[in-house]
């Protein structure tokens, strides 16, 4: 049942008291009229139920009228905030729409928490560096697997090819989303010999390593 209608003479009376009442109210209600021209509740949405409060240079919250001091977990929200900057950029749509919504809460959570946009922008600098460096060496131990399964074969070398196939592609598509071109096949092939020459390196120190058993088992018998 709606509340009874407010003439405007009434009004005038009861609108201070209620502004009173607002001045108090930590969560962002107010009142208005609604279309109907009833006083109702309303939630202001440009309002915060989180504020901060500075109390003996620490940061505290209040939440829910509870202060809450957070200031020791200022690293791992970084870390969260980073973390999520890159699933914001998978290529899995609903994955990067949750990450997307976490990195805007955290950021809001860590600005309030003294951390500036400055500061945030570092953050997601350096996290996509960490990630472009990550998937170039995944890349090259994608390569180095494929060179390998050629030189001394495998079973299901058909299958093993395809998977191989799929996560280079996989890997391409996720550095075009950080912001990097794809790797071009000029790219790929002087990865590849590089990682034949290090294969090649590996062989031989371990023929080195067989000889040297090989003649100790002889010395011994």
């Given at each position: ?123 997601q600098k350096n996290a996509v560096i960490a990630a472009l460096d990550e998937n170039e060496t ?63 390196e590996d062989f031989e120190k371990e023929a080195a390593n067989l000889s040297y058993l090989l ?7």
């Open positions: 049942m709606s509340p009874p209608k407010i003439e405007a003479s009434e009004e005038k009376k009861i609108d201070p008291l209620l502004r009173e009442k607002e001045t108090s109210r930590p969560f962002g209600f107010t009142w208005k009229r609604d279309d109907e021209d009833d006083v109702a509740l309303h939630v202001d949405t440009s309002q915060t139920f989180l504020t901060s409060v500075r109390s003996d240079a620490k940061s505290l919250f209040k939440i829910l009228g509870y202060k809450i001091d957070l200031t020791d977990k200022v690293c791992q929200f970084k870390d969260a905030y980073a973390q999520n900057t890159i699933q914001a950029r998978t290529n899995n749509s609903i994955l990067s729409l949750y990450a997307k919504f976490k990195v805007s809460a955290l950021g809001q959570l860590l600005t309030l928490l003294g951390v500036s946009a400055e500061d945030l922008q570092m953050l995944l890349m090259r131990r994608n390569l180095n697997n494929v060179a390998l399964m050629e030189i001394v074969g495998a079973k299901k070398a058909k299958k093993a090819k395809a998977m191989f196939r799929e996560a280079a592609s996989q890997l391409n598509a996720q550095r075009v989303l950080l912001g990097k071109p794809a790797f071009s096949e000029e790219d790929l092939t002087q990865m590849t010999m590089d990682e034949i020459q290090l294969l090649i003649d100790h088992l002889r010395l011994v018998n």
